[in-house]
């Protein structure tokens, strides 16, 4: 079995496409020794589409050269690479002629500032074909032929030319992700079962409406609209994205530095195959394209989710933002104990976070670790942060046990825990929310005790324990059953379900009688139908209650001292 980057991968050939091949993992690995090249690439944009910005008319919205095509959500067609390779020898053969002219003293002098302005405009170009990238990617991606009848394995195709020569360093980090990927393959098993049920290379061709959602510095993700109904998110190695370019600095190898970052994604469906939880975005399939090209191209189907924006989060109500912690602290005590062991999230940031449904869903899998820090004494497991550190012990195993749990609970802490928790809660729930605060702060708790401490919060809050004693208000109300009040923008408060108004969750018309009471405009509230996902009943204050409209399910309470002197 040939090692990744050895002298057995083959170079691009001439010879028509000859489509994708679908592979199921864990049986990716077996595909990649078998084609010769023991790494996946590039999405098509990484190779296709990188020369279409120095084509004529290629933008984010054209199809390439002469500015013909749909844009990302447009019709598509394959980009054109005889095409494309004809417009840089033409290029190469102007430059050729351009310098032939200029040292025959033919070209007429330009003035200095006739120079700035055209290099200005160059280098707007070159700063637009740049962005323009993943955008012209999207076009290639859905150029992907079907899977011709009885082509099932990886083999190479006849014709392929010389093997391709890496660097002796790249070959090493090449062998070593492809030891890392067999090595979890072998402990994740049991994934060909959930990907044989997924989406496939077929539904990737299909696809339409395909648009660039944001690039990091491994990946490149889209959505896309399914031919049966629904939308993925499709991720894909970024070609030009960070790693990739540093990788290609260092060794001075495009393609081989795509294999490498291909290793990522490929870990990363392997992950997702195993690891079922709802905070860990599903995988619908995958599509690994072995069309003849040098490279091998991996294409992961992931469920569609909307960014994580902490800022808005910081503008919901506390209940809101107790439920995003309460399902972080969840998925942090599965990846604990999960089927894989341990798994740490190396690279533990709310970036790598979506939204789905209202739920929050870890997204990005490929930095995690399914093993935990060797040592050989206690001075090897301290864990650094960048303003605190933490002496773990050394286990009779050599292991640094519990670091894993250790890293993610306090990153859960300093990301998420002291911003979303402990502004704008009941005042009864504070000084639990404070222990919880300072306990995974210091690490004093392990996953299993925030568990237990979040569910003795979600106890109290929905079954209104929490409440503290207090004197009875709703008697100072007066109740209208049959009625509501008209929703006005009069009266506001922060924060609120509802930016027009001021809606809030209660646990019963007590308490919020003594809401409105601590309003200083509130003069009357509705209990409303509506339900919080804890089970809570939203009710609506308001600054009055003259408009009132007939509504066989609701209840209006009005203030006595607003009331009187008014006929109701």
């Known amino acids: 079995m040939a090692e990744p980057g050895a002298d057995t991968c083959p170079k691009p050939v001439t ?46 919205g054209r199809a390439g050269p002469g500015g ?25 053969q102007s430059g050729r002629a351009g310098r032939a002219a200029a040292g025959a003293g033919r070209a007429a002098p330009l003035s200095m500032a ?37 082509r099932g394995g990886g083999e190479a195709q006849p014709g392929f030319s010389p093997p391709l020569l890496l660097p002796p360093g790249l070959r090493e980090e090449l062998r070593q992700r492809r030891r890392d990927l067999r090595r979890l393959e072998a402990v994740a098993g049991g994934g060909e079962a959930a990907a044989a049920a997924g989406l496939g290379c077929g539904d990737l061709s299909r696809a339409t409406a395909v648009s660039v ?22 991720k894909s190695v970024h070609g030009a994205g960070r790693e990739v370019r540093r990788c290609v600095q260092r060794y001075g190898a495009p393609a081989g530095c795509r294999r490498l970052a291909a290793y990522k994604l490929l870990k990363e469906v392997t992950l997702l195959q195993r690891l079922q939880h709802p905070g860990i975005v599903k995988l619908h399939g995958q599509c690994y394209d072995n069309s003849g090209d040098a490279e091998l191209r991996v294409t992961a189907m992931l469920e569609l989710g909307s960014p994580l924006e902490m800022i808005q989060l910081l503008q919901t ?28 999230l190396l690279d533990f940031q709310p970036r790598q976070f979506v939204m789905v449904d209202g739920n929050l869903k870890v997204t990005d899998m490929d930095d995690a670790s399914t093993e935990e820090l060797s040592c050989k004494e206690d001075n090897d497991c301290t ?61 004093r708790y392990g996953i299993n ?44 408060c922060w924060p609120s379900y509802s930016h027009l108004g001021c809606l809030l969750s209660i646990h019963s018309a007590e308490e919020a009688a003594a809401i409105c009471n601590s309003q200083l405009h509130c003069q009357s509230f509705i209990v409303t139908q ?39």
């Open 383 to 443: 864990i650094d942060f960048p303003t605190k550190s933490f002496p773990l012990k050394c286990s009779m195993a050599g292991k640094c046990e519990g670091i894993n749990e250790k890293k993610n609970l306090f990153n859960a802490y300093r990301y998420f825990f002291t911003y979303l928790l402990p502004h704008s809660a009941p005042p009864a729930l504070q000084p639990l929310l404070s222990d919880i605060l300072n306990a995974t702060g210091d690490l």
């Open 15 to 60: 010879e028509p496409r000859q489509g994708p091949v679908l592979l199921l993992a864990p049986a990716s690995e077996t595909f990649l020794s078998r084609a010769g090249c023991s790494t996946a690439a590039s999405p098509p944009w990484a190779v296709r589409a990188a020369a279409a910005p120095c084509a004529r008319g290629a933008g984010p």
């Open 449 to 492: 005790e925030t568990l237990r401490a979040f569910e003795k919060v979600l106890y109290l809050y929905k079954s209104g324990l929490y409440l503290q004693k207090r004197p009875l208000l709703l008697k100072d109300y007066i109740s209208l059953k049959g009625f509501r009040t008209v929703e006005g923008e009069g009266h506001k």
């Open 114 to 150: 006739a120079a700035a302005g055209r290099a200005r405009r160059g280098a707007r170009l070159s700063a637009a074909a740049l962005l323009a990238l993943p955008a012209l990617a999207l076009l290639a991606l859905l150029a992907l032929p079907a899977l011709p009848a009885g």
């Open 68 to 92: 013909r095509g749909g844009g990302a959500g447009g019709p598509t067609r394959p980009l054109g690479g005889a095409r494309l390779a004809g417009a840089a020898e033409r290029g190469r």
């Open 317 to 344: 109500p506390w209940e809101e933002r107790f439920k995003i912690c309460l399902s972080l602290v969840k998925l942090l005590f599965y990846l604990a104990h999960s089927p894989l062991g341990s798994i740490a």
């Open 530 to 568: 509506h339900r919080t996902w804890t089970g809570r009943p939203l009710a609506s204050f308001q600054s009055s209650w003259t408009d009132l409209v007939p509504d066989t399910n609701a209840v209006v309470y009005i203030k006595r001292s607003a009331s009187s002197g008014e006929r109701l």
């Open 213 to 234: 959602l944001g690039w990091g510095f491994t990946k490149v993700v889209a959505r896309a609209a399914l031919a049966g109904g629904g939308t993925v998110a499709l």
